[in-house]
């Protein structure tokens, strides 16, 4: 069956078994735009280096359409991060919020399915600021997944408190019985004056083919802090498109740190709002990629408010077969006076047949601003390479240890340790070429 | 004439002849807003298979280039949607609205300048271009067009004497058929886009130069292009071919009467350069920017493109963008041969309403290509000023270099500036660079000038010169002045 009347058929039955909410109407909504608009070609602007509508010819099921569902505790412990088991857990399967396998540790915080929270005393909190993502991505794919907004979850970071315990997120999907979609959906809140770290991570187990199409929305209030942190390590057979959007409502500090280190195919919006003066946020990513993977960073910088400072360095080592893009927006709006907007792009290219496409855009509407963007693509420096070598060191150690210091920029960013370590035993063993 | 019209004129002729830099274009109202009267002979309004036929025709042109035409003019009709991908807002343009031709009256090729109807002659003196100036004191070669028919040119002897051929393009057509038949349409071909394909199908007429191998041009090829009659579009074609080790600069300036009706203008410019050639193209756009509401002003839909086909060979852009409601314009390199250079020099200004998208495209392909671009973009008033460029290293282009610059003035709050840098590396030994900066005049810098006596508006004159002098350096001398002198008279009253 073709996979978008597939889709169609299983919106219609979803929106016939669920109640009338806020939520049936954005799916509804979401479904019409998602109809209208289709899966993004690379004739859309923003997908004119990514192409995504070729998977769509595959069959691709959603989880309760497979016939065997046993995902294991066992599957879990083999991909467990450092830390885990002195951290919150959510646990997403197939794009379906699973409590079973999530703990909640910390008591600053909540967690919870979104749906509950729909209806709880959160409920002005989710109308308030889900769906938001979708005024910066007017293309199918976004809009794909509000229209299946089901079994997200929700997290909410109590006022004034300092999670204990970071959160560490799996996006598991099955593909051990069929090619799998799964459409994870998250909505954060962290309160005024909280603090939170987050980790996510993307894991496909099995052999058959699997698509993510996620969205995490968060909104941060007066005076907090949010760390996340996107650790991205899948296997080939995987497919990742993955929706990051931070709404600044009020001053506050985001950090959004991406390491995309293999996968099929990834690609990463994250859009910073900055609707708050006075707000700062930092961008940081690392890609490091060889055989036939694409990695794809598209990221934004809304700054709708004066004296807001955002800082961004995306860097990339594109080794074999690898294709990297690039996109960095940055809007400035007219009321937005004072703003301070840096952006960098840095790119290695290590083979023959890796490419990197890479444009750092800027569009600006108010005068009072310094605005700069650099973007570069190079190779190793003969010179440092050559005092290297000339003290003995190896041609393939000393390309390592350059290219380690390469990243070096990136991951001294991540601030707890246990992922610090973590991601740079990964980046060394990816490195040791 | 009216009397105001006249006020203007006169107050133009002044201005050239004392050459006052700065004082003269107190008065920011477009110094060029007169309108010529002269007979035209039109072609009806519209554009259908009988109008490119009616031009062909006009023009005595031989079969191939007739069928050229008509091919262009069915992939036009096929193409049938202006590009909507640039960052501005284009009205609906009427391309049904727009005359196709329409020349001055003649009764025969002038031999000298005695024979060219004293109406037009006066015109080029209002400008300040005058045929018989520009011969005697600055050995310039000028191709003028007026409405789309060269009526004169100068110093053609002494340059066929080194074996240039610099024409028009429908002379070029007559006698050097072979010529153009090889190269037109060899680096802009019909298919390449909207308005190249419209261009392709209607284009009235335009500069034909040939360099052959080895001569090194004595002087700078100039034209001078001027819209005039009413309603009319100006479709302009260039085509510059520069054989083996030979050098060539080229000008062109354009300046345009005043006109409340939008005008369009699409023209086409290609540039070959063979071994060991190099081509500097320098440009002062200057077209009618509309008023201080935005009304009016010309449409400048332009598609520039050089090809350094041999090796060694280099192209220079060189432009100065003042004018024009709207601009679409990306003068590219297609860096083919081995060991070739591209280079791209631009400063764009935009004052009340204007809108600009423009940029370049440095392709490499050949190995050891080298490519530098330096754009700088100034915005006023509540004008959009954008620069989109792209830098392709191949597959094949090993050690490619590039770098760019952008960087971009915001003068008032109510204007808007764009960067939209493509970068796209497909070999491991390229190296590209890419960087830009957005700021306004920093209150300080005024400040220090205020205290030394200089007053605001001078202050900002010189800081935006400075901003723009790497640019400006590369532009031939006759031009540097008449630029400079843009740049103040563009931004008048947008600060302070």
């Known amino acids: 069956m073709n996979t978008i009347t597939y889709f169609k058929e299983r919106f219609e039955q979803l929106q016939a078994d669920s109640v009338d909410t806020h939520i049936k109407a954005m799916r509804d909504e979401a ?106 991505h007017r293309d199918g794919i976004n809009a794909l997944n509000t229209a299946f907004i089901q079994e997200g979850v929700f997290v909410h970071v109590l006022k004034g408190r300092t ?200 569009e600006i509407f108010a005068d009072d601003v310094k605005c700069s963007h650099g973007c570069t693509v190079g190779q190793l420096d003969e010179e440092a390479l050559f005092y290297l070598k000339s003290r003995g060191i190896s041609d393939h150690t000393a390309k390592a240890l350059l290219l380690q210091g390469f990243a070096l920029d990136i991951l001294e960013k991540i601030k707890p340790s246990e992922i610090r370590l973590f991601v740079d035993e990964l980046v060394q063993k990816q490195l040791s070429l | 004439m009216s009397l105001e019209t006249d006020q203007i004129v006169s107050k133009a002729i002044e201005s050239d002849v004392e050459f006052d830099p700065i004082e003269n274009h107190v008065n920011s109202e477009y110094k060029y807003g007169f309108v010529t009267e002269i007979e035209t002979e039109s072609a009806p309004k519209g554009l259908n298979e009988d109008i490119v036929r009616f031009i062909s025709a006009k023009k005595n042109e031989p079969e191939w280039m007739l069928e050229r035409r008509l091919k262009a003019f069915a992939q036009w009709q096929k193409m049938n949607e202006m590009p909507q991908w640039a960052n501005l807002v284009i009205p609906e343009i009427d391309f049904q609205d727009v005359i ?138 260039t085509l510059i071919v520069a054989d083996e080790g030979s050098y060539v600069s080229y000008l062109e300036g354009c300046t345009a009467p005043r006109r409340d009706e939008n005008q369009l203008h699409a023209a086409v410019v290609e540039i070959i350069a063979m071994d060991n050639a190099e081509v500097k193209y320098s440009t002062v756009q200057n077209w009618y920017p509309g008023d201080k509401e935005g009304k009016g002003g010309i449409y400048n839909f332009v598609t520039k493109r050089g090809i350094c086909k041999g090796h060694h060979s280099k192209i220079s852009w060189t432009q100065v963008e ?32 204007q809108q600009a998208d423009t940029g370049t495209k440095m392709l490499h392909i050949g190995k050891n290509t080298r490519s530098r671009v330096v754009s700088k973009g100034i915005s006023a008033g509540r004008s959009q000023n954008s620069y989109r460029g792209l830098v392709r290293v191949g597959k094949n282009a090993k050690n490619a270099r590039n770098f760019s610059q952008c960087d971009s003035l915001l003068l008032g709050d109510k204007c808007g500036a764009h960067t939209f840098p493509y970068i796209e590396v497909k070999n491991k030994t390229g190296v590209v660079e890419h960087e830009a900066t957005t700021s306004k005049i920093g209150e300080d810098q005024i400040f220090y000038c205020n205290q030394r006596g200089i007053d605001t508006e001078k202050a900002v004159a010189l800081i935006i010169n400075g901003f723009a002098k790497e640019v400006m350096d590369h532009l031939p001398m006759e031009f540097a002045v008449e630029a400079k002198k843009l740049l103040e008279v563009s931004l008048e009253g947008s600060v302070g």
Not at chain 1, 308 to 333: A, H, Q, W
């Open chain 1, 31 to 136: 479904f019409n735009e998602f109809s209208q608009k289709g899966i993004p070609t690379v004739k859309h602007e923003e997908w004119k280096y990514t192409r995504i509508n070729d998977f769509f010819i595959k069959d691709y099921q959603f989880s309760t359409d497979l016939k065997e569902q046993h995902f294991t505790k066992e599957d879990l412990q083999h991909l467990k991060m450092p830390g885990h088991d002195n951290a919150n857990v959510i646990t997403f399967i197939n794009g379906h919020y699973h409590p079973e396998f999530s703990t909640l540790r910390s008591d600053e915080l909540e967690i919870m399915p979104l749906q509950e929270a729909a209806h709880n005393q959160f409920a002005p909190i989710v109308e308030k600021h889900l769906g938001h993502s979708a005024d910066y």
């Open chain 1, 163 to 362: 999670a204990k315990h970071p959160i560490y997120m799996y996006n598991i999907t099955d593909a051990r019985s069929g090619n799998i979609f799964a459409q994870p959906r998250v909505l954060v809140h962290v309160d005024e004056n909280a603090h939170v770290q987050m980790v996510e991570t993307f894991a496909t187990i099995g052999s058959d083919e699997s698509f993510t199409n996620q969205v995490i929305e968060m909104a941060v209030e007066k005076d907090a802090v949010l760390e996340l942190y996107k650790i991205q390590n899948d296997a080939p057979n995987s497919t990742v498109v993955s929706t990051t959007h931070v709404n600044q409502v009020g001053t506050s500090i985001a950090n959004v740190i991406t390491i995309s280190l293999s996968g099929g195919l990834v690609r990463n919006n994250l859009n910073m709002v900055m609707d708050a003066p006075n707000s700062l946020s930092n961008m940081y990513g690392l890609y490091l990629q060889k055989g036939h993977t694409h990695v794809d960073n598209h990221t934004v910088v809304d700054n709708r408010q004066p004296n807001c400072v955002s800082n961004e360095l995306y860097k990339g080592i594109l080794d074999g077969n690898s294709t990297g893009v690039f996109n960095g927006k940055i809007f400035v709006r007219q009321i937005a006076q004072k703003t301070n907007a840096y952006q960098s792009n840095k790119n290695i290219l290590l083979s023959d047949n890796a490419s990197v496409n890479t444009k750092p855009q800027l």
């Open chain 2, 322 to 353: 003042t004018g024009s409601a709207i601009t679409w314009k990306y003068p590219s390199v297609i860096l083919q041969g081995d060991n070739s250079t591209g280079e791209f020099y631009s400063v764009a200004v935009t004052n009340n309403f």
């Open chain 2, 100 to 237: 196709y031709y329409s020349a001055p009256k003649q009764k025969e090729k002038p031999k000298s300048l005695d024979e060219v109807d004293p109406e037009l002659i006066k015109t080029f003196q209002k400008l300040g271009i005058s045929l018989e100036e520009q011969k005697r004191l600055t050995g310039v070669a000028v191709d003028a067009v007026i409405d789309s028919v060269s009526i004169g040119t100068t110093f053609k002897k002494q340059l066929a004497e080194l074996g240039i051929i610099f024409c028009s393009m429908s002379e070029a057509i007559q006698e050097h058929p072979d010529l153009v038949r090889q190269y037109l349409s060899t680096v802009v071909p019909p298919t390449d886009n909207f308005y190249a394909a419209l261009n392709s199908a209607v284009f009235s007429d335009g500069s034909f130069c040939y360099i052959p191998k080895g001569v090194r041009c004595p002087m700078e090829l100039s034209t001078y292009f001027r819209i005039n009659a009413e309603n009319t579009g100006q479709f302009e074609r």
